[in-house]
């Protein structure tokens, strides 16, 4: 699987047993449009492994009961097991302290979580919010709501053509009444990494918190919260190998302390009268209600699973099928890649000359091939590229070079009907 | 293409290359635009009813093949004939797309437009293929916009693709 090492990134040659690898996920084997799947729609879900599969069943046959609740067993094995899915993520995303760890329904609920206990309490009339032009929708328009709410501003960072954004720009649109930064690590309509890193330590030395939307980041990179020094970093168990409806917001401990809650309920409280509420700490005071308990412990189970395959070696195999997908798709007259950055993850946005994504995605389908096709949730980066959709291949790393042919094959195909 | 079931068929390949009845019209009695906020697909249609006859429709806009070629074959298939013929079309076509009629047993006057019956098993593609077909009820009613997407949607109606 090292066919295709970049000469320009010299990196490890892949050592994944993708074979093996692939016989862990059911579902590959399947032929949902009656021929093989060549599952290549990764960055809108990934698939699970039959590991996590298994680890939700047996969670579900034999501990399943609510949490921080009773004192029989059967409850405190299920809030046994809830809380170690939490040191699990603690320990793969590198926070200090499992408490900085908040479960929520995904990336949108935990960017939401954000906007309200931080957002509502801190950002005022005429403050401004740094976005960028590669925000997903989920990361923009809880911005906004709050912005028509509290009378906020919101700047944007502009990109280039390649879709890298605009740095010098990105430090200009700070003053004195700059608030906080919402940024993207990845760009899931182009696959852009932005420097995260740097931009956090700029808006630092001008005391600007920084939330950064790990969505496509996380499954992608090794991903230290620490080392990266972000005040907020939100990402989704689904496309982590997890399932649905489990998401995590990570916070520093005295960012979310001096957050007021989100949602009220239960569990969130220390106690309860008409006269007064006294909330319970983080991050208790963020989980109202009964959690996805089965969803949070299979995500850590994704993230066991993901672990011993190796984060590093999932990057170099992924960024060996985007180079050579990438030298694939620039030999096809008439295929035009969206988003061209230096420094990108498993995305390949396209266009093709004259022909529409929809029709684009429904002719790969009839040869197996799953991408997706349309704005990606990312309208603004649309507009900037003056194109209505683009179709997009997004890898993972139980994608195979064989599989990048059958796209390509796929592309002259819909070349042919249309010719 | 090898497989004659597939929606992409010679027909509607020709009409999305060599669209009929394209462009914008001189003066139009009854116009609407059209759009599909989910995949982006917008097109105006605009017509002259004589009477209660359509004497000249045109479309344009931008949008997948399928939009287009069902744009292009209903231009063609309501020119000449009467609101009411057209409104029966639109009935017709919708229920096709969705499959609540089976074309092949039950009476219908939808022609050479049953080339288009394949959206019904792609629920992502039924929308591009009605969207021209709301657009010229909305037109005929002289609705100024429409979209597959509102609750105000003169047609509107569960696609079951939601």
Redesign the interface.
Known sequence: MSASQSALKPRPASALDVARIRADFPILGLKPSGKPLIYLDNAASSQMPQQVIDRLVRYQTTQHANIHRAVHTLSEIATAEYEEARRKITRFINAREEREVIFTSGTTEAINLAMHGYGRRFIGAGDEIVLTTLEHHSNIVPWQMLAEEKGAKIRVVPVNDAGELLIDEYEKLFNARTKLVGVTHVSNALGTVNPVKQMIAFAHARGVPVLVDGAQAVPHLKVDVQDLDCDFYAFSGHKLCGPTGIGILYGKAALLERMQPFKGGGDMILSVTFEKTTYNVIPQKFEAGTPPIAAAIGLGAAIDYLSAVGMDAIAAHELDLLDYATDQLKRIPGVRIIGTARDKAAVLSFALDG?????VG??LN?DGVAVR???HCAQPV?QRFKV??TSRASFAFYNTMAEVDALVAGIRNVQK??S | MADPKSLYQEVILDHNRKPRNYGALAQASHKAEGHNPLCGDHLSVALNLEGEHIAAIAFQGESCAICKASASMMTANVKGKTRQDAETLIQEFRDMATGQIDIDKQAHHLGRLTVLAGVRDLPTRVKCAILPWHTLHAALHSVADTSTESENDPMHAPLGDA
């Open positions: 022909v529409h994504p929809h029709d429904t002719l009839q096709t349309g704005h649309m209505p959709a009907v249309f």
